[in-house]
């Protein structure tokens, strides 16, 4: 199966910070790769998919890039309403593994 | 506005079984891939399972494979997860998701609230 590996796994950062998130599959899986943001009790939601697509209702600051085996998430500029654990997961083929996560706190 | 309600709380001790579902509304059912994902107290996201429109493709996590079975009643709009021979790690929020597409190769942009689930004696 494809491991997929995030990191760091958390980070601290100041309002108004560019922020980067890796996540790398142990194989290829081209461009199915998405983003999802989990605030502390809440349910999950979609960022991005097909590794650079925005979800509608995402703010721009939210980006994400790459193909095969490695990808990144960025947020631009951190904002205090960004405090989350994020995933990644791949789907191109079962089982549709996610990332361990990465903790996003303020600093 | 699309809406995805699972079943309520339950405890079940381990060896038992329990079925969970997953109503759905705002969008047409029979034409999206549906999942299940579970989240164990303090922990990430682990994929469960992966049903096609129709129900005629389905996938599992290793962990579930052999206990667990996905289906769905399009003329419902319900989801559903069996699951047999529960064990204590299987203890968790199960969440319902909708792909995004047909195709089980989708991400997942609705979820619903959750439904915990513990196992135990």
């Known amino acids: 199966d494809i491991q997929m590996t995030q990191s760091p796994s958390s980070l601290s950062a100041s309002v108004g910070d560019r922020v980067t998130i890796t996540c790398r599959a142990s194989?290829?899986?081209?461009?199915?790769l998405a983003w999802y943001q989990q605030k502390p009790g809440k349910v999950p939601k979609l960022l991005i998919y097909a590794a650079s697509t925005l979800q509608s209702g995402v703010p721009s600051r939210f980006s994400g890039s790459g193909s095969g085996t490695d990808f990144t998430l960025t947020i631009s500029s951190l904002q205090p309403e960004d405090v989350a654990t994020y995933y990644c997961q791949k789907y191109n083929s079962a089982p549709q593994t996610f990332g361990q996560g990465t903790k996003v706190e303020i600093k | 506005e699309v809406q995805l309600l699972e079943s309520g709380e339950n405890l079940v001790q381990p060896g038992g079984s329990l079925r969970l579902s997953c109503v759905a509304s705002g969008f047409i059912f029979g034409s999206y891939a549906m999942a299940w994902v579970r989240q164990a107290p303090g922990k990430g996201l682990e994929w469960v399972s992966v049903i096609s429109d129709s129900g005629d493709i389905t996938y599992y996590a290793d962990s579930v494979k052999g206990r667990f079975t996905i289906s769905r009643d399009n003329s419902k709009n319900t989801l559903y997860l069996q699951m047999n021979s529960l064990r204590a790690e299987d203890t968790a929020v199960y969440y319902c998701a909708k792909g995004r597409a047909s195709v089980v190769a989708a991400a997942s942009n609705y979820w619903g609230q959750g439904t915990l689930v513990t196992v135990s004696s």
């Open positions: 194989q290829g899986i081209s461009k199915y």
